[in-house]
């Protein structure tokens, strides 16, 4: 079965720090979600992921993807106080047709 | 990207009712539509997984009976609560995708039972 896990759960950091959400996964994955979702509303897409070694960037996000290692990282580059929201990875295996996510990261960016 | 419509975005009912969320694929054709409840403050539990003309597979724990799942085109799936209670209050969302491409996601559905 497979088991998505993020950490932290809860991050609470300072305007200007960087911070790194990792996303661990039991079983190989054919694709890597990582979604913003902000309070009341649905899921916002950052990235999706596909290969080993892939990382993208967009603004002060970056994700990465090691498969060998069963690890995402989403790290955040001089965070401002927009950037609070939960991030969600999400693990895609297409042989069993699911796409199961993670607890979710509660990022909390203090001005 | 491709996008994914749930309708209602939100709907009050009264216990015991029953009530249908509607998840089509706008601008692209989805062989696999899968639906989730997600809790304040809480992950995304997928629910079960539906293929155009099959049956639902339903994730352990989840009541066949009491969340009907209708896959019947391949562009519109509906999620049917039946006989709805206050405990089945949530924010529902719909994701859907063509074959093994990337899944898009609805923008979710929030349901009050009173």
């Known amino acids: 079965e497979l088991k998505v896990e993020q950490n932290p759960l809860f991050l609470s950091m300072q305007e200007g720090k960087n911070y790194t959400i990792y996303c661990n996964y039991s079983?190989?994955?054919?694709?890597l979600y990582w979604y913003r979702q902000d309070p009341g509303k649905s899921l916002e897409s950052l990235f999706v992921?596909?290969?080993?070694?892939a990382v993208k960037q967009e603004g002060r996000l970056m994700a990465s993807l090691d498969t060998k290692a069963r690890l995402s990282t989403l790290h955040i580059t001089a965070a401002v106080h927009d950037l609070s929201a939960t991030y969600f990875c999400?693990?895609?295996?297409?042989?069993?047709?699911?796409?199961?996510f993670g607890k979710g990261t509660r990022l909390h960016i203090l001005p | 990207g491709a996008v994914v419509s749930q309708h209602p975005s939100w709907v009050i009912c009264k216990s015991g009712t029953s009530v249908k969320i509607e998840c089509r694929s706008l601008?692209?054709?989805?062989?696999?539509m899968f639906w989730y409840r997600q809790f304040p403050k809480q992950s995304l539990m997928l629910m079960a997984t539906?293929?155009?003309?099959?049956?639902?597979?339903?994730e352990q724990g989840v009541e066949k009976d009491k969340f009907l799942i209708n896959h019947a085109s391949l562009t519109l799936s509906t999620l049917t609560v039946t006989s709805a209670h206050p405990e089945d209050s949530s924010f529902y969302i719909c994701?859907?995708?063509?074959?093994?491409?990337?899944?898009?996601f609805g923008q979710g559905t929030r349901l009050t039972v009173v």
């Open positions: 999400a693990v895609d295996m297409n042989r069993d047709d699911k796409i199961i």
């Open positions: 079983t190989t994955s054919d694709r």
């Open positions: 994701s859907a995708r063509w074959g093994a491409d990337e899944a898009f």
């Open positions: 539906s293929n155009e003309g099959s049956k639902a597979t339903y």
């Open positions: 601008d692209f054709q989805a062989t696999t």
């Open positions: 992921l596909l290969s080993n070694g």
